[in-house]
Every structure is written in C-alpha cells, then in structure tokens.
C-alpha cells in the first residue's frame, strides 16, 4: 500500500514559481513510476508529468514542457513538481499519482492506483 500526502499548492502571481511536493510512504517508492495530474476548475482531470522508476525518464503535457520539471528523491521517498512561468490556465487541483511497483511510467489516469488529496494552485493575472 502506498500513501501520497502532496504539499507546496499556493497563490502565486503569472511569471512566478512554487514548488510541489508529494511525500510517499511505503517501501515500494523506488519500484513505482509516479506522475502529476491536474484539474482545472469546470474541467477534467489532466496528465501532467510522470517519472519512471529509476528517475531517468521523465515526461510532460505539451502545455507545460520547458516550464515545469519533475523529479524523485530516493531518500526522501519524495517527488517533486517545480513549476516555473505560471500561467493563470495552471490554476488547478494538483494531485500526484503512484502506479504499481514494476509498471512502467504512463500518461493515463486510469493506469495510476495510489492518489493523493490533492493541492491548490492558484495564478493570478
């Protein structure tokens, strides 16, 4: 069983930066590729980033390529979401995703099995 607790969501203005983290407990965080989704207001849920397993892949929404980074810290069992040059459109419910131990990374919300609760992000124009 894994547990995700995300943190960092806040208000920040456009052209501004936060940092997401999402803290994973369990011993299976190495062997699981973990992502990033999201949901706009009025909208559905969205891919945004993944990370593999061993942290060397990473992929991205073509919206937020060049401008977000994703990225794990083994000893931490933690993964992270730096956002750069937000844009209002970021504005969303930012959750992070764990998909079972041995998988491969994914873009599809269905392949995830382990959510957590979720932060506000909110930009402002």
């Known amino acids: 069983q894994v547990q995700l607790v995300e943190s960092g969501g806040g208000l920040v203005q456009a052209g501004g930066s936060l940092r997401l983290s999402c803290a994973a407990s369990g011993r299976t965080f190495g062997s699981s590729p973990m992502a990033w989704f999201r949901q706009g207001p009025g909208k559905e849920r969205e891919f945004v980033a993944a990370?593999?397993?061993?942290?060397?892949?990473?992929y991205y929404t073509d919206s937020v390529k060049g401008r977000f980074t994703i990225s794990r810290d083994f000893a931490k069992n933690t993964v992270y979401l730096q956002m750069n040059s937000l844009k209002p459109l970021d504005t969303a419910v930012y959750y992070c995703a764990a998909r079972s131990p041995g998988t491969s990374w994914a873009a599809r919300e269905l392949d995830y099995s382990y959510w957590g609760q979720g932060t506000q992000v909110t930009v402002s124009s």
């Open positions: 990370i593999s397993r061993n942290g060397e892949i990473t």
